[in-house]
Each structure stands twice: as structure tokens, then as C-alpha cells.
């Protein structure tokens, strides 16, 4: 007798709908572990020779935006609930055409800390001066001036919002290392007047001069020019 076939489960769900409240009850659905958990028990049960290829999706033709699927885009099998998890929010967020409220989504991300999903919606919507406090809160400097670079020439504002984080962190070496970077980056590509730049700078009457003196008398002297 043939092996009973294992029931569709939400990892093959060929997505047609265009409705806000489908795609957002999905993206929920996918960020739940507990119920990642009990699809990856199913195909457990089903047998282990399930495949995309082998389960037929439900009714309704081919995807419109999304197709949901057991294998990564590499190809490689999921594992476990957490991987499928990221594997099946993400291919829902970022289909060719999507239909979920954005908005509602950050909160399900933020909710389920689901951190890719998160910077993923907050680049999509142009949230940059989120992206930019994201990584401000969890202490990666670096990235914070990788996405200032990326995105400050699109919105201006990202440079003050940075060099403000940098100028009232505590004093250290490379602190100040971070503020002369980014002031040389301002004042090679004219992105804010000086008195906005001492006035960020004022702030914080711990901050040395010598951070800024050097800010400071370049512009003094193509004034004289």
C-alpha cells in the first residue's frame, strides 16, 4: 500500500489573496515558533521524503506574491522552528507583491523579535532614522555609520541624529575618533551648517574642544578665504 501523504501545512501555502488582513494573519502565523514547531512535527510524521516537489499545494494556481516553502533559497532543508520561522516571515515580507500593512507588521516583528524582519520594514518604509536608532541601542557604531553613509544623502537629518549620539556618548579615544570622521564627512560634503554642528556639539559640556577644533578652524579659514 502507498505511504499516506502528510497534509499541507502553512509551509505550502501558494499565497493569491489580496487582502491586508490575510497576509497580515500569515505573517503572524509564520513568527510563531509554537506553531513552527507542530508543521516541522507534521512532516516528521507525514515521512521524511516530503518535498515541495512531492506535496501538492492547495487550490488556486500559482502563487500571486509569496510561496512559502520547507527548503531555504539555498536550497537546504529546515531544521528547526526558529530557521523556519525566518525562512517563511521573510519570503512573505519580501514578496515581488505584497499585500500586508506595513505598519502592522513592524509591530508583529517587534513583538516576536524577529530582528531581520524588523530592519527589513524599516528600510522599506524609509524608517532610515529608525534603522539608524536601532543600531544606536544596541551599541553597533559601525553599522550606524555603514547606514548613515548609505542613507544620509537621501535624508540630511541622519547626519545631525548621529553626530548628536557620538558627541553624548562617554569620552573614550575611539569616541572621539567616531566625531572627527563624521565632521570631516559633513564638512567635505557641505551636509550641515556649521552653528547646527556646535550646537549638537555644546550639548555635552564633557566633550573636548580638541574634538571639534579642527571642525572649527577649517571653516574659519575658507571664511577668510
Not at 199 to 222: C, D, F, M, T, W
Request: proline fraction near 5%.
Amino acid at each position: 500500500p502507498s505511504r499516506r501523504r502528510a497534509p499541507p501545512t502553512r509551509s505550502v501555502m501558494r499565497i493569491k489573496s489580496r487582502s491586508k488582513l490575510v497576509w497580515n494573519t500569515l505573517i503572524e502565523l509564520c513568527l510563531r515558533e509554537d506553531v513552527a514547531h507542530q508543521d516541522l512535527q507534521s512532516r516528521h510524521k507525514g515521512g521524511k521524503g516530503d518535498s515541495p516537489s512531492s506535496t501538492p499545494p492547495r487550490a488556486g494556481g500559482e502563487p500571486h506574491g509569496a510561496s512559502l516553502s520547507p527548503r531555504g533559497r539555498a536550497g537546504s532543508a529546515v531544521t528547526n522552528a526558529k530557521e523556519l520561522v525566518e525562512r517563511e516571515t521573510t519570503a512573505l515580507l519580501e514578496a515581488s507583491d505584497p499585500h500586508y500593512d506595513s505598519d502592522h507588521a513592524i509591530v508583529l516583528v517587534q513583538q516576536h523579535r524577529f530582528t531581520a524582519g524588523l530592519l527589513f520594514l524599516y528600510e522599506k518604509r524609509k524608517m532610515y532614522h529608525m534603522l539608524l536608532q536601532y543600531y544606536m541601542d544596541t551599541g553597533n557604531n559601525r553599522q550606524v555609520l555603514i547606514a548613515c553613509r548609505r542613507y544620509g544623502k537621501r535624508d540630511k537629518n541622519l547626519w545631525a541624529q548621529v553626530l548628536a549620539y557620538f558627541c553624548h556618548r562617554e569620552d573614550s579615544a575611539e569616541n572621539q575618533k567616531m566625531i572627527k570622521q563624521i565632521l570631516k564627512y559633513i564638512e567635505d560634503e557641505n551636509i550641515l551648517t556649521p552653528t547646527t554642528v556646535l550646537q549638537i556639539a555644546s550639548k555635552n559640556s564633557n566633550l573636548p574642544l580638541s574634538v571639534i577644533r579642527g571642525y572649527i578652524v577649517s571653516h574659519v579659514e575658507a571664511e577668510e578665504r
